[in-house]
């Protein structure tokens, strides 16, 4: 699914973040100590392998809600934004940590000119933000920051599931026609 608002597309797709190779950045969900983990961070830290680690590593710590920029090695992509998001239930307001984490990573794309992003669906694997409630967020955030893009023209979140993929459809949807 693709929509184009004001001239910036935002493409819903399923697959994994690691291997998206027609963006310029790639987003992580990543932990405070930017390491590899499981899930996301998991795949991003295999496939760009130790090098980002090292990198990231020297940026480490970081809060809920903030988001740093390294290169991407041996990913099919120039940079990765890492960004921790909130653990659902601890880390609170957890909705404004979230849409800081997505306006932070638009922040970093701009400075750096980049015209393509790839989101995963940050917080809502071993995090525990709901779903349909974290879509709501991130895609508000999108929406808003829209015109003050200049150089990023193609945000695409990627959705592990189809089941995720299908319930952020559903919330883009409803977030264009007003409900
Ligand atoms: N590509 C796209 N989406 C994925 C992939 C993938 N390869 N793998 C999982 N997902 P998570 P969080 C989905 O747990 O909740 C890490 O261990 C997944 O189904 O990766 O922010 C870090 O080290 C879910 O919908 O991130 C942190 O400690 C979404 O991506 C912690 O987990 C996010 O799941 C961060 O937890």
């Given at each position: 699914m693709k929509k184009s608002i004001s001239g910036v597309t935002i493409e819903l797709r399923q697959g994994d973040?690691?291997?998206?190779?027609?963006?310029?950045a790639v987003v992580n969900a990543a932990n405070a100590q930017l390491e590899t983990g499981g899930g996301v961070a998991g795949a991003i830290h295999t496939a760009a392998g130790p090098e980002l680690t090292s990198e990231a590593r020297s940026m480490a710590p970081i809060k809920p809600g903030e988001a740093v920029i390294t290169k991407a090695y041996n990913?099919?992509?120039q940079y990765v934004i890492h960004c921790l998001g909130p653990v659902y239930g601890q880390d609170k307001p957890e909705d404004r940590l979230l849409a800081n984490c997505y306006s932070n990573a638009l922040k970093l794309a701009e400075e750096k000119q980049i015209s393509s992003i790839a989101f995963p669906a940050?917080?809502?694997?071993?995090?525990?933000?709901p779903v349909e409630d974290a879509a709501k967020v991130a895609f508000t955030k999108f929406i808003e920051s829209i015109s003050s893009?200049?150089?990023?023209?193609n945000i695409i979140f990627v959705l592990y599931s189809e089941k995720d993929l299908n319930i952020h459809k559903r919330v883009l949807e409803q977030i264009l026609q007003g409900k």
């Open positions: 973040i690691a291997n998206q190779g027609d963006c310029e990913l099919p992509n940050i917080s809502t694997g071993i995090f525990g933000y893009l200049k150089h990023l023209k």
